[in-house]
């Protein structure tokens, strides 16, 4: 009996240490690579890529964002960390072409319109890429399971950028070209010159001239918020594995997109950044 009592009382105190271990181990912290995926349920802008040829369903599925994270504790069972990363996709497809007399110029194929298939070697490179990047704070409440294994709970929040650029190149670029002017001629005194015909020259329109390709770039930046939970495993004496799952969520509200980084899209559409989301990170530290 007194074996049976004895026994009872070591696994006990064995059970008891290894899920209420001391305050002091939760003191510390790591940084590590900490690569993100999200499994979006939409890409804005979708619909109107399919209209120059492009299927959005051949984005990365899901989303990778490359990051770097690092956490440290700060009082009692609270945890604080920081994440930065970004990550990009890209689409592209080059269309066929069929050349038609515009008679009406219209800039539609009309029936009795002459028309043939082009057959040189200028077929243009249609691309497009979707980027994320993203800067956030977190905070989490740590509970102990075992000495060295552990469940939080918390949140990632900060702000986030997403951005679509669109690029749409006829023939082969060379480095010259990429340094022409596509107004005019620029003398050595940053005066521009821009020919115009006899019709034009009383008020003329400025645009830009033949090009060899056309790039376009449109982004956001949104809060993004990101609750999730986190299993934290140190499995050496300064090394560790940390994976956490949740559920990211942004909303770009409407007219907050912007052309180029610079000229605001006033009729531009609301956007949601949102799906769940996976984090793995390989950190040193306690």
């Not at 990365?60 to 990363?85: C, K, L, M, Q, S």
């Not at 329109?205 to 930046?221: C, F, Q």
């Amino acid at each position: 009996m007194k074996n049976i009592v004895l026994f009872l009382t070591l696994s006990s105190s064995l059970l008891m240490a290894q899920f209420s271990y001391p305050l002091e181990d939760f003191l510390g912290g790591g940084i590590g690579y900490s690569p993100m995926y999200i499994k979006l349920d939409s890409i804005p802008g979708s619909s109107d890529l399919m209209g120059l040829g492009l299927n959005p369903k051949n984005f990365r599925d899901p989303f990778v964002i490359h990051g770097g994270e690092g956490f440290a504790h700060v009082t009692g069972r609270w945890r604080i960390g920081g994440y930065a990363g970004a990550g990009g996709t890209s689409i592209s497809t080059v269309p066929d072409i069929i050349i038609f007399q515009d008679d009406d110029e219209d800039g539609v194929l009309d029936e009795g319109e002459n028309f043939k298939d082009y057959t040189n070697f200028f077929n243009p490179t249609i691309e497009a890429k979707f980027t994320i990047s993203m800067g956030a704070a977190s905070i989490e409440y740590v509970m102990p399971l075992l000495q060295d294994l552990e469940l939080s709970a918390g949140a990632l929040m900060g702000l986030a950028r997403a951005g679509i650029a669109v690029d749409q190149q006829s023939g082969n670029p060379r480095w010259g070209t990429i340094f022409d002017n596509a107004y005019g001629t620029m003398d050595s005194t940053g005066t521009l010159f821009y020919g115009v015909d006899a019709d034009s020259y009383a008020d003329p329109v400025i645009l830009p001239g033949t090009v060899p390709g056309l790039l376009r770039d449109v982004s956001a930046t949104f809060f993004n918020f990101q609750p999730y939970v986190a299993v934290k495993w140190q499995f050496l004496e300064r090394l560790g594995l940390r994976i956490s799952v949740g559920f990211n969520k942004g909303t770009i509200p409407a007219g907050n997109w912007v052309l180029n980084g610079r000229t605001k899209i006033s009729d531009s559409p609301a956007s949601s950044i949102q799906g769940a989301s996976f984090r793995t990170m390989l950190y040193i530290g306690l």
